[in-house]
């Protein structure tokens, strides 16, 4: 008779299970990547949402769901989007790869850091629990008095405020526990001035979280006061006040769910153009601009409601004012790639889409800042074309592009690169494809929010476009969740430092331990792995590596 293996120890049976560990986790590696995983359940939620709508919208007169409906569908799709897929990713992002880049173990507060995420994850679910009691139909800026009892009855209302006061004070704990992690936990060297691009952009996102958020936070309160209690503050009183507080914290929302994108982005293109960033000081400063000035244009959301001109000019003005800082950081990373040796990987295709996209919606949104165009076009599908450029074409892409830069560190394998390619094209075809049409659409004067539409010569057809554009995209979508899946036991061994990186992150294991690291170099510049390869020719020494004609250095280029 074989001899029996003795039996496993009693104690091991308890080893905690992987989810346990998920769930109860406070290291910023496993609470960045359970946003993210979170945010990808969202996106699966808010794209169903949203094809439904686009089903609804692909020939005229359909009646495939009331109007009612239609709008439910709507504000569940737009609140999902913005609360619960492209924030958590992007506070995925920073959680994952803030403290990696300055050289810290973790952040500043971990346990307020897991308490944030579950913070989120709770008004997530408090979302998807609102149409037990009637789906909030009232959009997702939910404008009071709209928003008020007499006229959107279901208690989904208040479910839906509940979720964002829930998520939102989340996210407000999380910019705390960013701005202090920026502040006290750079290892030795690592100056204000030496921050990666990214490090930098998510840390001046902390200010913009910190002061925006609370905005919202107190006239949810202020609506549930009303909706609860009868006080009456927006029935009785100043009609626009809801929307004085909402895009107080509307727009700067839209520029902090920007901003680690932009930060991505400015990792990804000087790595793939094998040149540092162009004008380091510009994309750093411009930042710290448009913090500022994303809380001085809130109002040309409220262009039609009359605020009367000198309000309109002032607002049309600073509007204008932010395309400059926009806009330097789209001409520094055009400079970046301009000759210097560009690798047309996946996260660099992604970045190049971004840069394309994001930009077309930059400069639609312009348009916006002159006011007469804004009240001819306010509430058109010009709009919803406008919005999905800057947060699909702009922000969500710039995360696919960091998704595939960043994947081999977090699971120490690449990404399939063939079913990436495929993912990636009917990505940009479907995305372009639903939006493009869109502004045809809004000059020819179809309004949003509407759940159907007349026969009017083009608007079926360029609808109809739109809506199988939307299956494109959703099938590359589908193909890049197949490869995430696929990749992280089939996918091609990375290594450390897969791309040649220079920034901390890349001198960690793929995945990084616990601590993150075993030890730190000396840091002299804003490249510490790039004067770790290259000791002879470090960065502090000779920082301008481009020649007289802006061509990327011929030794520079066999550095490679
Ligand atoms: C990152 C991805 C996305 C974000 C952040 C986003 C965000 C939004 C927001 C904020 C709204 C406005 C909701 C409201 O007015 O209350 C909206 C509306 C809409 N979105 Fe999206 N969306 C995304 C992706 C998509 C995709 C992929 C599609 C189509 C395939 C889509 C189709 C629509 C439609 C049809 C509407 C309704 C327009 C209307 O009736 O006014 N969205 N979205
Ligand atoms: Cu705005």
């Known amino acids: 008779m074989s001899q029996r293996a003795p039996a496993f120890p009693k104690t091991s049976a308890r080893r905690p299970s992987a989810v346990w560990k998920v769930l109860t986790s406070t290291d910023h590696k496993s609470i960045g990547l359970t946003y993210m995983g ?28 009331a109007g009612e409906t239609y709008d439910r569908f709507l504000t569940m799709h737009g609140t999902t989007m913005i609360f619960f897929v492209l924030l958590p990713l992007l506070l995925g992002f920073t959680n994952y790869l803030l403290p990696l880049q300055i050289g810290a173990r973790d952040m500043a507060f971990p346990r307020m850091n897991a308490f944030s995420l579950w913070l989120l994850v709770g008004g997530g679910l408090l979302l998807y629990l609102s149409p037990l009691t009637g789906a909030p139909s009232q959009g997702w800026f939910s404008y009071a008095p709209l928003s008020e009892t007499p006229f959107t009855p279901q208690r989904g209302v208040d479910l839906w405020s509940a979720a964002l006061i829930v998520g939102g004070y989340g996210t407000t704990l999380t910019a705390v526990n960013v701005l202090v992690t920026g502040a006290r936990l750079r290892m030795r060297g690592m100056l204000y001035k030496r921050l990666p691009m990214f490090a930098w952009m998510s840390w001046i996102n902390g200010f913009i979280i910190l002061f925006a958020l609370p905005c919202l936070t107190a006239v949810l309160l202020m609506l549930e006061v009303d909706r609860l209690l009868g006080a009456g503050l927006f029935t009785r009183g100043d009609p626009v006040l809801w929307q004085h507080y909402f895009w107080l ?30 004008g380091y000081e510009f994309v750093a400063w411009s930042t710290v601009a448009i913090a500022f000035l994303s809380f001085a244009v809130y109002a040309h959301h409220m262009f039609a409601v009359g605020l009367g001109w000198p309000v309109e000019l002032a607002f049309g003005t600073t509007s204008m004012l932010i395309a400059i800082p926009t806009g330097i950081k789209v001409f520094n990373w055009l400079a970046t790639m301009w000759k210097g040796s560009v690798r047309y990987t996946l996260p660099m295709l992604y970045a190049a889409a971004f840069i394309v996209q994001f930009t077309f919606g930059g400069v639609s949104g312009v348009t916006f800042a002159v006011v007469p165009i804004d009240w001819q076009l306010t509430d058109t599908y010009y709009v919803v074309a406008h ?60 309004p949003r929010r509407v759940y159907t539409y007349p026969d009017l010569p083009g608007w079926g057809a ?43 992150e890349w001198l960690t294991d793929s995945p990084p331990q616990e601590g993150n690291f075993s030890q730190l170099p000396p840091l002299h510049s804003r490249r510490p792995l790039w004067d770790l390869k290259h000791p002879d020719d470090m960065d502090h020494v000779r920082p301008r590596r481009h020649d007289k004609n802006g061509h990327i250095r011929e030794e520079e280029r066999g550095h490679q």
């Open 387 to 446: 919005f999905h450029y800057v947060l699909f074409g702009g922000s969500l892409f710039a995360v696919l592009a960091g998704l595939h830069y960043l994947y081999p560190k977090f699971t120490g394998r690449f990404l399939d690169e063939r079913l990436g390619r495929w993912g990636f094209w009917l990505n940009v075809i479907g995305f372009n494809g639903v939006f493009l049409v869109q502004h045809l659409l809004g000059l020819m004067g179809m």
């Open 38 to 65: 979170v945010a990808a359940v969202f996106l699966v939620l808010g794209g169903l949402e949203a094809l439904v709508m686009r089903l609804q919208l692909a020939v005229p007169g359909n009646r495939l769901l």
């Open 249 to 278: 914290f509307g727009h700067p929302e839209i520029y902090l769910l920007i901003l680690p994108a932009w930060g991505l982005i400015s990792e990804i293109i000087p790595v793939f153009s094998r040149k540092p960033i162009f």
């Open 462 to 504: 360029l609808n109809l476009f739109s809506t199988v554009s939307g299956f494109v995209l959703g099938v590359g979508l589908l193909l890049l969740l197949v490869n995430l899946i696929r990749s992280r036991t089939h996918g091609r061994l990375a290594g450390r430092d897969p791309w040649n990186g220079w920034t901390l």
